[in-house]
């Protein structure tokens, strides 16, 4: 079984910090790993998906490492604002049919004023 | 970005009743599209691949002919939950990934969430 783990399961912190969560999974031979955002009773909005060939990936205040020789992705939020307040899903692909991935339970982030 | 759209939001269906959920890919044509289910506090779980103009391919441990999946257009799939029972009560989510993309990037739809009675 493929399984994706993300640490920790909830963080809580006052806005501006930096901020580091993590992701690991069994199975180096991946494809890619995606990182998602959930906010309460939505769906999933992409953030940043870093392919096997890839080591890191940035989007404005987010960054994504990738190292599939120990199984871990971080993802990195600078400069937290509460609007960073959500559920972040770590996902990796089920093998070579892209789309079919193995999601953590997701770390819930709280950014206070 | 994509956009991907489900209807209902939302649904509340006695049990034993059967409920439709659709899933449109407004911006883009989608050979395929994926379902997703999550229960409360747990991870996503990939229940079917669907395909356009063939069979859905369903994981391990997902009755077929309980989740009925049609994907008769290029952007349009629907989910059909049969003879729902409260167990059957989650959160359902579509997505579907642009044609000619190499890297798997996927967009999801905003989610049904299905209250069975």
């Known amino acids: 079984k493929q399984e994706v783990t993300q640490i920790p399961a909830a963080l809580s912190v006052p806005e501006g910090e930096n901020l580091v969560l993590n992701c690991s999974f069994t199975?180096?031979?991946?494809?890619?790993l995606q990182w998602f955002r959930q906010d309460p009773g939505k769906g999933l909005t992409s953030l940043l998906l870093?392919?096997?060939?890839?080591r890191e990936q940035t989007s404005g205040r987010l960054n994504a490492s990738l190292d599939k020789s120990s199984g871990r992705s971080t993802l990195y939020i600078a400069a937290s604002q509460p609007g960073d307040s959500a559920t972040y899903l770590c996902?990796?692909?089920?093998?070579?049919?892209?789309?079919?991935?193995?999601f953590g339970r997701g770390t819930q982030l709280t950014v206070w004023p | 970005g994509a956009v991907v759209s489900q209807h209902p939001s939302w649904v509340i269906c006695k049990s034993g009743t059967s409920v439709k959920i659709e899933c449109r890919s407004l911006?883009?044509?989608?050979?395929?599209m994926f379902w997703y289910r999550q229960f409360p506090k747990q991870s996503l779980m990939l229940m079917a691949t669907?395909?356009?103009?063939?069979?859905?391919?369903?994981e391990q441990g997902v009755e077929k002919d309980k989740f009925l999946i049609n994907h008769a257009s290029l952007t349009l799939s629907t989910l059909t939950v049969t003879s729902a029972h409260p167990e059957d009560s989650s959160f359902y989510i579509c997505s579907a990934s642009r044609p000619g993309s190499n890297t798997g990037e996927l967009f999801f739809g905003e989610g049904s969430r299905l209250t069975v009675l």
């Open positions: 870093i392919q096997s060939s890839q």
């Open positions: 669907s395909n356009e103009g063939s069979k859905a391919t369903y």
């Open positions: 911006d883009f044509q989608a050979t395929t």
């Open positions: 199975d180096s031979a991946i494809y890619n």
């Open positions: 996902a990796r692909d089920r093998g070579s049919t892209l789309g079919r991935l193995y």
